[in-house]
């Protein structure tokens, strides 16, 4: 539905059907940044369907928006929201039209996908197999949602978080609490994964919303080509990359520890993806489980034209880590690290300068690899941050593992936080993004 304003701006009438139950205007203002400058604040509205009777919402909503913003918000179709999938599409009645169409309007949300709200598949990136008995840990997720770490100025350190997975179902409704207590805990920035395609669309509207704090990384799991990976996906992620505040791709690569895709479609998926990376020139998140050498093997065929390689959130050997780091990759450094057991590797090669400082990318993962060191070795800091999460891990404990790689090489944490910084900011080469150009 099209129809004209003042100054010959053209207005589109979008339909936002599936909307959870308590979602307000003002919800789904941020989660398209339709405040982000006065002309949109100036240009948009938002109309959510109510009950004549009861006034309670009827899951649906229209937004008039500027033909400009309409294109890049239909893109969106399918994005997670408050756990639901969005069904996004032209509106196909006019305004004084709307009373006689309810019933058809509600009738389409019921086309959502087929995966809706099933809450994700456990464990890391939403995945089969380590989510088992958390269901207590998740239904107490909002014990603290309203608290943010109070830190003394001389124990925080600019940081960058290099990885975080903020479209995970854990943290719908939290968004802003988490950002709120990543900032009071030094998080300067943070680079939003995607994992999966929907979780990809989210990721970009969130960088949208939070110009210059959240950043967009796209890219399909292993895990999840057997359901996301085809042409059409590919050629969805090229018009992603384009949009303000994308700064890599991933996290990609193979995983042939669980399998959960055909490792044939996995090298597929790897290929076309890395290929985007060099086209445009954005970092690379790779996946490494189980696929060391194929995953070298693959980076090969384009080692004149690579970006900056991240072997994303790793957990490998001493040795593949040498590999990796001859190559002039950058290594992953998650809460993995400070695991007392299974960290052990990383920190020794940390120690023992086969991990320089200068090839460390931190990144919190979240909410999986909380860095969860034992509680009487944990510094007052850390245990304060650490306390301060409403789920297992938020971006607001990367001190912690900053703290911990500081302790590996005898340096002052926040010396060492200067050095992570600035290797973030030549591997994903942030720039700032104007508030109009990010809608």
Not at 111 to 138: D, E, L, M
Not at 348 to 362: H, W, Y
């Amino acid at each position: 539905m099209t129809t004209t304003a003042a100054a010959d701006v053209i207005i589109k009438r979008i339909y936002v059907g599936n909307l959870g139950a308590n979602v307000t205007t003002d919800d789904l203002v941020n989660l398209f940044g339709l405040a982000a400058t006065p002309y949109l604040k100036n240009s948009c509205t938002v109309e959510i369907a109510t009950c004549d009777k009861t006034g309670k919402s009827k899951n649906f909503a229209f937004i008039n928006v500027p033909e400009h913003v309409h294109n890049e918000l239909m893109k969106l179709n399918g994005i997670e929201f408050y756990g639901r999938q969005l069904v996004i599409e032209e509106a196909k009645t006019k305004p004084d039209d709307d009373s006689k169409s309810d019933e058809n309007k509600e009738n389409r949300n019921k086309r959502r996908p087929n995966n809706y709200n099933r809450g994700g598949r456990g464990g890391r990136g939403g995945f089969r197999g380590r989510g088992r008995n958390n269901q207590n840990n998740y239904d107490n997720r909002n014990k603290n949602r309203y608290s943010v770490p109070k830190i003394d100025t001389d124990q925080t350190f600019h940081l960058i978080d290099g990885g975080t997975n903020l479209t995970h179902r854990k943290f719908h409704e939290l968004n802003d609490y988490v950002v709120a207590r990543a900032l009071a805990g030094g998080v300067q920035k943070m680079v939003v994964t995607g994992l999966k395609w929907n979780a990809c669309k989210a990721a970009v509207v969130m960088a949208r919303t939070r110009p210059n704090i959240l950043y967009a990384a796209v890219g399909i799991h292993p895990h999840h080509v057997k359901e996301d990976w085809n042409d059409k996906t590919a050629d969805g992620l090229e018009e992603l990359i384009k949009s303000p505040g994308v700064v890599a791709i991933g996290e990609c690569g193979l995983d042939f520890n669980k399998d959960y895709s055909p490792r044939e479609l996995q090298e597929t998926a790897f290929k076309k993806q890395v290929e985007l990376a060099v086209r445009h020139k954005k970092a690379l998140l790779v996946h490494d489980r189980d696929a060391h050498q194929n995953i070298l093997d693959i980076l090969k065929e384009f080692e004149d034209a690579l970006p900056s390689v991240v072997i994303h959130c790793f957990t490998g050997s001493k040795d593949q880590i040498k590999t990796y780091i001859e190559r002039g990759y950058y290594i992953g450094v998650t809460g993995y690290l400070c695991k007392e057991k299974y960290g052990e590797t990383l920190r020794d090669a940390i120690k023992d300068g086969t991990l320089p400082l200068d090839r460390i990318i931190v990144q919190t993962n979240a909410p999986y690899m909380t860095p969860n060191t034992p509680r009487n070795d944990l510094d007052p800091v850390s245990q304060t941050l650490l306390d301060a999460c409403a789920v297992e891990n938020e971006p607001c404990t990367l001190s912690i593992i900053v703290r911990q790689i500081a302790k590996c090489i005898s340096q002052e944490p926040r010396q060492v936080a200067d050095v992570l910084t600035e290797t973030a900011m030549k591997v994903y080469r942030f720039q700032k993004v104007d508030q109009n150009e990010s809608n």
